[in-house]
């Protein structure tokens, strides 16, 4: 009977997991800016309505428009600085 020899080789390395090349990584998201809720910033925008009134003597309907208008800029002014 004739023997084959084997030749030993050294244990194989254990696989990794490749690394996803830099071109097909997508772009990490961004959370998108909560809307502005009107309800939460009730009472700020009753006392400029209040004040606004008392300036301008326009309807209620009118002075709450402002008002709301003028709080929305604000805090969407505060959001977009770094």
């Known amino acids: 009977m ?3 020899k084997t030749v ?3 244990p194989a390395e254990p696989k990794t997991h490749r690394r996803a090349s830099p071109a097909s990584k997508k772009p990490a998201r961004v959370p998108a ?3 502005f809720d009107s309800a939460a910033h009730h009472d700020e925008i009753a006392q400029l309505a ?3 009134s008392l300036d301008r003597g326009a309807s ?3 002075n ?3 008002a709301e208008t003028e709080v929305r ?3 969407s002014d505060l ?3 770094p």
């Open 60 to 62: 209620p309907d009118e």
């Open 79 to 81: 959001k977009s600085e």
């Open 73 to 75: 800029a604000k805090y």
């Open 2 to 4: 004739t023997r084959i």
């Open 8 to 10: 030993s080789t050294a």
């Open 64 to 66: 709450w428009l402002k």
């Open 50 to 52: 209040y004040f606004t």
């Open 33 to 35: 800016a909560p809307e």
